[in-house]
């Protein structure tokens, strides 16, 4: 028997009693049901159902259109509703919005109504026993593009004791909450390609006692786009994924984007029964103020991230006691900083550990935060992990911290280390390196004294003449001179390069250089202060280096919303550099308009000293 198509399909009698014998599947048209987008079909949908039940179960197929119901639906057990999709529903070209709905071509889809304005009222779908949503997309028509949506009950929501109940290449268009499989006890849960923008809430598994399996979970906004109105709600109010008791739950390739919370886990609703323990692979969570929160994990086996991607902050609360493990996950720091860290908070009992890991801040934002890393948990550990910030890692260790470890880390700059602890904490801290990627460390212009370093300059660089006749007269202007100038940028009153009006570079860089002869066989420290200014309109490079041949290049670099400043210092020995060296100081990777008085950057105290004399430059905090 064909399942496609909206023609009659051996019409069942009127009453069931009089059914003899029921096909596996029924057609919902053939109960009365008009994909017209107006026809309020509740009652034909229904009753195929409820027909489906009583002959033991089955499908009942819907076909191509816009379904209207206005009130609820009710799967019985052991029965599916299909539509045609078979993979997730998606919008393509499509603009979703309801002066389309009516003539629109794709297929399945239903026009929820019920519950608008009370979000504790029925679910639009309940699920029994077995029962399965398979293939169709659900939007709600009269929700609206605003700051302030309205308020709707959940979209799908397992009925009691509805173990089983699965959901298969489904999209829940914009509901104010998509599903829940954990208000009433559900256990094996099965979802594979659930999709969509839910407004408050995503997916909520609790009181699963039994192995839950959730893959392909992709929550974005389909309909309400990141700038839209909708969206800020979302931002200040959303969660994606809320799990509670859960006996091994496996999530696998779930994206969540634009939400307050990404992923959040938690204690059971039901009392005393407690958190669950959590395997998530190929995660994501992007853009989320909290991509990940942790109130609550079982003590014995907790959660655990590999292969994820996170934006966000990670925040795992005092109450968690079950440990948490992140493998080969990638972090992209706070999306504002907001939270006081630029990465995370970790408290709690449970030994929280990041094996081969990377972590790279991203938004601006994110660097106004006071720390990294607020460490307030009894044992932190990151091993083989890299972190590439161009600016300091911090962390901060307050007394309830008892061990931290950091073993086999590569880090681009220094590490900052506030131990709060009061000698409570074993910190552990081997085979770390730094200055990984750059042939140079960087101390963060904001943490250490200008000026306090013990460096020998190189003649001229420190620039207390503004005649540039004059500390120029020893160096060679290499690129374009033009663009070559003088000029004092704020509390340091350091000497900047800066692009005349309306020039734009002529060479591959433009800067100064001299040579200066060192000591045979003898190991040395080049150190500069240098500094890299944000501009709209293009990138920069601001360089110090001992030559073109040069393995060694101390590099702030800059673009249209971020910057770098700080004193950078790397080592090298005359044997491998010969005795005769040229310092240069340029700029590079230059792009974009440059007009006026744009400070791109600036330098001051470039120095060569031997490593023995070298002292780094004082904290000031």
């Given at each position: 028997?064909?399942?496609?198509?909206?023609a009659?399909?051996?019409?069942?009698?009127?009453?069931?009693?009089?059914?003899?014998e029921?096909?596996?599947?029924?057609?919902?048209d053939?109960?009365g049901?008009?994909a017209?987008?107006?026809?309020?079909?509740?009652?034909?949908?229904?009753?195929?159902?409820?027909?489906a039940?009583a002959?033991?179960?089955?499908?009942?197929?819907?076909?191509?259109?816009?379904?209207?119901?206005?009130?609820?639906?009710?799967?019985?057990?052991s029965?599916?509703?299909?539509?045609?999709?078979?993979?997730?529903?998606?919008?393509?070209?499509?603009?979703?919005?309801?002066?389309?709905f009516s003539?629109?071509?794709?297929?399945?889809?239903?026009?929820?109504?019920?519950g608008?304005?009370?979000?504790?009222?029925?679910?639009?779908?309940?699920?029994?026993?077995?029962?399965?949503?398979?293939?169709?997309?659900?939007?709600?028509?009269e929700?609206i593009?605003?700051?302030?949506?309205?308020?709707?009950?959940?979209?799908?929501?397992?009925?009691?004791?509805a173990d089983?109940?699965?959901?298969?290449?489904v999209?829940?268009?914009?509901?104010?909450?998509?599903?829940?499989f954990?208000?009433?006890?559900?256990?094996?849960?099965?979802i594979?390609?659930?999709?969509?923008?839910?407004?408050?809430t995503g997916?909520y598994?609790?009181?699963?006692?039994?192995?839950?399996r959730?893959?392909?979970?992709?929550?974005?906004?389909?309909?309400?786009y990141?700038?839209?109105?909708?969206?800020?709600?979302t931002?200040?109010?959303?969660e994606?994924?809320?799990?509670?008791?859960?006996?091994?739950?496996y999530f696998d390739?779930?994206?969540?984007?634009?939400?307050?919370?990404?992923?959040?886990?938690?204690?059971?609703?039901?009392?005393?029964?407690?958190?669950?323990?959590i395997?998530?692979t190929?995660?994501g969570a992007?853009?989320?103020?909290?991509?990940?929160l942790?109130?609550?994990?079982?003590?014995?086996?907790?959660?655990s991230?590999?292969?994820?991607?996170?934006?966000?902050?990670?925040?795992?609360?005092?109450?968690?006691?079950?440990?948490?493990?992140?493998t080969?996950?990638?972090?992209?720091?706070?999306?504002?900083?907001?939270q006081?860290?630029?990465?995370?908070?970790?408290a709690?009992?449970?030994?929280?550990?990041?094996?081969?890991?990377?972590?790279?801040?991203i938004s601006?934002?994110?660097g106004?935060?006071?720390?990294?890393?607020l460490?307030?948990?009894?044992?932190?550990?990151?091993?083989?992990?890299?972190?590439?910030?161009?600016d300091?890692?911090?962390f901060?260790?307050?007394d309830?911290?008892?061990?931290?470890t950091?073993?086999g880390?590569?880090?681009k700059?220094d590490?900052?280390?506030?131990?709060?602890?009061?000698?409570r904490?074993?910190?552990?801290?081997?085979?770390?390196?730094?200055?990984?990627?750059?042939?140079?460390?960087?101390?963060?212009?904001?943490?250490?004294?200008?000026?306090?370093?013990?460096?020998?300059?190189?003649n001229?660089t420190d620039?207390?003449?503004?005649?540039?006749s004059?500390w120029?007269?020893?160096?060679?202007?290499?690129?374009?001179?033009e663009q070559?100038?003088?000029?004092?940028?704020?509390?340091?009153?350091v000497n900047?390069?800066?692009v005349a009006?309306?020039?734009?570079?002529q060479y591959?860089?433009?800067?100064?250089?001299?040579a200066?002869s060192?000591k045979?066989?003898?190991e040395?420290?080049i150190?500069a202060w240098?500094?890299?200014e944000?501009?709209?309109?293009?990138?920069?490079?601001?360089?110090?280096?001992?030559?073109p041949e040069?393995?060694?290049?101390?590099?702030?670099?800059?673009?249209?919303?971020t910057?770098?400043a700080?004193?950078?210092y790397?080592?090298?020995?005359?044997?491998d550099?010969g005795?005769d060296?040229?310092v240069?100081i340029?700029?590079?990777?230059?792009?974009g308009?440059?007009?006026g008085?744009?400070?791109i950057?600036w330098?001051?105290n470039?120095?060569?000293t031997?490593?023995?004399?070298f002292?780094?430059?004082?904290k000031?905090r």
């Open positions: 028997m064909p399942i496609y198509g909206c009659k399909h051996n019409p069942v009698p009127a009453s069931q009693d009089q059914v003899t029921a096909s596996p599947i029924l057609y919902a053939d109960f049901a008009k017209d987008g107006a026809t309020d079909n509740t009652s034909f949908i229904q009753a195929a159902l409820d027909r039940a002959a033991g179960g089955g499908i009942v197929q819907l076909g191509a259109g816009a379904y209207a119901v206005k009130g609820n639906l009710e799967i019985p057990q029965v599916t509703l299909k539509g045609l999709w078979e993979t997730p529903p998606n919008t393509g070209s499509v603009s979703w919005s309801e002066t389309q003539n629109m071509k794709l297929p399945t889809l239903l026009l929820a109504y019920a608008k304005g009370n979000e504790q009222t029925k679910a639009f779908i309940t699920m029994n026993l077995g029962a399965a949503l398979v293939g169709l997309a659900v939007y709600y028509p929700q593009d605003s700051e302030t949506p309205f308020p709707y009950p959940y979209a799908i929501q397992s009925a009691a004791s089983g109940v699965a959901l298969k290449n999209m829940l268009v914009n509901p104010y909450k998509g599903v829940d954990g208000t009433n006890q559900t256990q094996r849960p099965f594979d390609g659930l999709y969509g923008q839910p407004l408050k997916l598994i609790d009181q699963n006692y039994d192995v839950g959730v893959s392909n979970v992709h929550f974005w906004p389909f309909w309400g990141g700038f839209s109105a909708v969206s800020k709600f931002q200040e109010n959303g994606g994924i809320i799990v509670g008791r859960a006996d091994w739950q390739n779930c994206f969540i984007i634009g939400m307050k919370t990404g992923f959040r886990f938690i204690n059971s609703i039901k009392p005393l029964i407690g958190p669950g323990n395997l998530i190929g995660g992007d853009i989320c103020q909290t991509a990940v942790i109130e609550g994990t079982q003590s014995h086996s907790g959660v991230f590999v292969n994820s991607q996170v934006y966000g902050d990670v925040v795992i609360t005092s109450g968690n006691e079950g440990p948490v493990k992140f080969n996950c990638g972090f992209f720091g706070s999306i504002n900083g907001a006081s860290v630029r990465y995370m908070q970790l709690g009992n449970g030994r929280i550990s990041f094996d081969n890991c990377h972590f790279n801040m601006p934002q994110a106004t935060a006071p720390v990294s890393f460490l307030d948990g009894l044992n932190v550990s990151f091993q083989n992990s890299e972190f590439r910030d161009g300091i890692t911090s901060k260790l307050t309830k911290v008892e061990a931290f950091l073993i880390n590569t880090f700059t590490v900052e280390m506030i131990d709060e602890s009061g000698g904490a074993q910190i552990i801290d081997i085979g770390n390196v730094f200055g990984v990627g750059t042939g140079a460390h960087m101390l963060s212009i904001d943490m250490y004294i200008f000026g306090s370093e013990k460096a020998t300059l190189v001229g620039f207390p003449n503004t005649d540039p004059v120029l007269k020893d160096w060679e202007v290499i690129g374009n001179a070559l100038s003088v000029a004092p940028l704020n509390v340091l009153q900047v390069l800066k009006p309306g020039k734009e570079p591959a860089a433009t800067g100064i250089q001299r200066v060192l045979p066989n003898t040395y420290i150190s240098i500094g890299s944000p501009y709209g309109g293009g990138t920069l490079e601001i360089n110090v280096d001992l030559g040069s393995p060694l290049r101390l590099t702030a670099a800059t673009n249209q919303s910057s770098q700080g004193f950078y790397a080592g090298f020995n005359t044997k550099t005795t060296v040229m240069r340029f700029y590079d990777g230059k792009s308009q440059f007009t008085n744009d400070v950057g330098w001051k470039v120095a060569i031997p490593k023995a004399d002292l780094p430059p004082e000031n």
